[in-house]
């Protein structure tokens, strides 16, 4: 089991930037591939940011490229997401999630574990 638990999360004004964390506990975090994933009020969920256990490979979801860096730190079992120019439509609940597949974070799709988020809401 790993557990997962975001932080960092707030209220910033339109072209802030903030940093969200997620602290992994469990078993052996730098096994696991992790990503955070955003979904807002009657939307779908989507892929902010992968990365694989390593750190030497990212993925950034379009809405976000070229605003938002994800990083990971394998000996205090945390990842991190720094996103700059926020805007009004990044306004969602921020997850955390975990998986020994990087392909899976990328698509999305079946994860292991997932944390129980953090509300980021940007205000215009």
């Known amino acids: 089991q790993v557990q997962l638990v975001e932080s960092g999360g707030g209220l910033v004004p339109a072209g802030g930037s903030l940093r969200l964390s997620c602290a992994a506990s469990?078993?052996?975090?730098?096994?696991?591939?992790m990503g955070w994933f955003r979904q807002a009020p009657g939307k779908e969920r989507e892929l902010v940011a992968a990365i694989n256990w390593s750190g030497s490979r990212t993925y950034y979801g379009d809405s976000v490229k070229g605003r938002c860096t994800i990083s990971r730190d394998n000996a205090k079992n945390t990842v991190h997401l720094q996103m700059n120019s926020l805007k009004p439509e990044d306004t969602a609940v921020y997850y955390c999630a975990a998986d020994e597949s990087y392909s899976s974070v990328v698509a999305g799709t079946s994860l292991d574990y997932w944390g129980q988020g953090t509300q980021v809401t940007v205000s215009s």
């Open positions: 469990g078993r052996t975090f730098s096994g696991y591939a």
